[in-house]
């Protein structure tokens, strides 16, 4: 009976790491990956490709990465006069300035980053020892357009993220012990 008994605590163990947390951050896009968010950016013909095109590949106003700028947005990126002369700019950014109010930009953002708790489940249930593992990619990308006639993009970004956290309590779940009776004393 004894056998049985640690036999069935040692399966339950086994599987522990799977009652970790897991989180996801997730920009809700039709690009699965950043080689997909590149490949449309690098698409984009200058003076050539429009709104309309952009529109028919999923990438318009309504899309969530889609930051919409103003003309006046787009001259603070780009501080023509100060210390750029406009000589020194691409021909597309200068003539989106030039373009004053006809002058628009998206800023597109996209993030797909899993959060995933690993290690062992009793140091990190009892808070003595919790790692994260962080695995995805980001995107972004500026395109200005005059009009409706995109004239500039360029991207950039993390094609692989992978990171891990580790926070380390010696104290495990009284480690906050001292905010706690704080806490308690002061009204």
Not at 9 to 31: D, N, Y
Not at 42 to 49: F, G, L, M, S, V
Not at 103 to 129: E, H, M, P, T
Not at 144 to 163: C, I, K, M, S, T
Request: hydrophobic share 45%; charged share 20%.
């Amino acid at each position: 009976m004894s056998l049985f008994l640690l036999a069935a605590i040692a399966v339950a163990l086994v599987g522990c790491a799977e009652l970790l947390p897991k989180s996801a951050v997730r920009t809700e896009v039709q690009w699965q990956t950043f080689n997909d968010a590149r490949a449309l950016v690098e698409a984009i013909q200058p003076y050539k490709t429009t709104k309309a095109d952009l529109a028919s590949l999923g990438l318009s106003d309504v899309n969530p990465a889609v930051t919409l700028l103003s003309h006046v947005e787009v001259a603070v990126r780009f501080p023509i006069g100060g210390v750029i002369n406009a000589s020194d700019v691409d021909p597309g950014i200068r003539d989106c300035l030039i373009a004053g109010k006809g002058c628009s930009g998206y800023q597109l953002n996209i993030k797909r980053i899993d959060n995933d708790r690993v290690g062992n489940f009793w140091l990190d249930a009892l808070r003595f020892r919790r790692e994260t593992e962080s695995r995805g990619w980001t995107f972004t990308a500026l395109i200005l357009f005059v009009q409706d006639r995109a004239v500039y993009a360029v991207y950039g970004g993390q094609p692989n993220v992978l990171e891990l956290q580790v926070d380390r309590n010696p104290l495990g779940p009284f480690q906050g012990w001292g905010d706690w009776v704080v806490g308690t004393i002061t009204p």
